[in-house]
């Protein structure tokens, strides 16, 4: 092989000198270290933000949901922290925010139909329609919530993994009739064109003859339309008859036709004996009157009263009058109409709230109906009256309807009944701190008799006012 001028150089020996540029090696190792810091610093702000998303996600409280929706709220939960991670490295936050919002609004629901069957549990099972049987089920960890909606369906309804509890209150078929009944005409019951007698009271001699509502069938009609038209009559169809919402919703003749039957037959079953009451009549005997407070009730030419149980009247600014005993007054021949002092401490109706709110009159009510008499719990006695009209005469059904109502406590009632009081013009209803003078005012028109006195003292005595405090002044 030729050498060159020099030779071999590297047999000569000689070393050839040049120096390598580093430049492009050096910018490579530049930009891995960068991607590097770029990638640490993403993943450091991916896990800052599935941390931040993290606080948001609030795990589900046991305390809130009951045991047999926590299984799966819980799963929900674990899924949904097992796939935030995923969306977080996606860069898909809106799939996130998605999935929180489904797995909030589940435990939401669970929350709710949580206090939804609490409410259910805690409901008075005297006023409303309770299953204790259902509530075993849902308590039971081997009974699935499907089995409980099919066998409870008139408590229950099953929709989107929840049961929903229905709270009905039960018709108050009882006050409903006792309404009607005050205003409904009455009559001696006769067999064979005699009266039937129920026996004697033994420490006056008085008869009791049997009374009946005079045309009991419009009665049960009436309220088997107001059973039917009410959701707690409803339900309470559905238990006594044994039929289901599916069956109680038919529109056809003979769907209607059997729900109307089944509505009278609970009814007529519920209410017949109320439509056969007692009325006491007593048997004129010498040197003593004709009138008597015995077992709280009474007769006189003009009016029947009874004694029922004392009661609460609401006053304004929440405050309660608590009382021990009323009597029911009720105007056989027309309402008598008297004049009553109203003394300060009085109080008036407020039919837009149903509470009785202090009065700044004082002096006579000329020409007022007097209602009820009651004693409070401090012993004082109280008169409720309405005040004058312009009328001559008002029916004693309507009043009667009239007393119901103001006595109900109710607003509505309140309203109502004094609509009826604009439309006949009458006043405004009274509670009257009452006195001596009230008591004899009171007394005297309903009795219509000598020695009121001594009678309104016996007959506040009876509603538990003290004999010491009576103030006879005779």
């Known amino acids: 092989m030729a050498n060159g001028p020099f030779g071999n150089p590297l047999s000569t020996g000689i070393a050839l000198s040049f120096e390598v540029d580093m430049t492009p090696y050096r910018e490579m190792h530049k930009r ?127 929709g989107d993994g929840f049961l929903y509890w229905a709270t009905i209150e039960r018709p108050d078929l009882l006050g409903e009739t006792n309404k009607i009944l005050q205003g409904a005409e009455k009559t001696i019951v006769f067999d064979g064109g005699k009266p039937v007698v129920m026996g004697r009271m033994p420490e006056t001699d008085e008869v009791i003859y049997q009374e009946s509502v005079k045309d009991p069938d419009k009665v049960i009609d009436y309220l088997s339309g107001w059973l039917m038209s009410s959701p707690g009559g409803n339900r309470l169809l559905m238990d006594y008859g044994g039929i289901n919402a599916g069956q109680l919703d038919e529109r056809t003749p003979d769907g209607m036709q059997k729900r109307a039957a089944l509505a009278r037959e609970y009814v007529s079953k519920e209410i017949g004996p109320k439509l056969y009451g007692q009325k006491i009549s007593k048997i004129p005997q010498e040197g003593k009157g004709g009138f008597s407070f015995s077992m709280g009730s009474g007769k006189s030419e003009g009016s029947i009263f009874n004694k029922s149980g004392g009661r609460e009247l609401k006053l304004e600014g929440g405050n309660v009058l608590k009382t021990k005993g009323q009597y029911d007054v009720t105007f056989t021949k027309g309402t008598g109409r008297t004049t009553m002092s109203v003394p300060s401490g009085s109080y008036v109706l407020d039919p837009t709230t149903g509470e009785y709110k202090p009065t700044s009159f004082t002096g006579s009510l000329e020409d007022a109906i007097p209602l009820y008499p009651m004693v409070g719990e401090d012993n004082q006695e109280w008169y409720v009256a309405i005040s004058k009209g312009e009328v001559s005469d008002v029916d004693p059904g309507k009043m009667a309807l009239v007393m119901a109502l103001i006595g109900s406590g109710d607003p509505q009632d309140a309203l109502e009944a004094q609509k009826i009081l604009d439309k006949s013009k009458y006043g405004q209803t009274y509670l009257i701190k009452g006195n001596d003078s009230v008591r004899n005012q009171f007394w005297q028109k309903i009795l219509g008799q000598d020695h009121t006195k001594q009678r309104a003292a016996n007959a506040m005595k009876e509603l538990g006012k003290s004999e010491d405090r009576l103030g006879l002044g005779i």
């Open 32 to 158: 891995k270290l960068l991607a590097a810091k770029e990638k640490e610093e993403d993943q450091k702000k991916k896990q800052q933000q599935y941390a931040d998303i993290l606080k948001n996600i609030t795990p589900p409280d046991a305390s809130k949901i009951h045991k047999k929706y926590m299984p799966e709220i819980q799963n929900q939960y674990a899924e949904l922290i097992d796939s935030a991670m995923g969306y977080i490295n996606k860069n898909d936050v809106a799939s996130l925010h998605k999935h929180m919002f489904e797995f909030d609004s589940n435990a939401k629901k669970a929350v709710q139909a949580t206090e939804n069957y609490k409410n259910y549990v805690d409901s008075d099972a005297n006023k409303t329609f309770k299953s204790i049987e259902a509530i075993r089920a849902m308590e039971d960890d081997n009974t699935a919530l499907s089995q409980i909606a099919k066998d409870y369906q008139n408590d229950v309804e099953y």
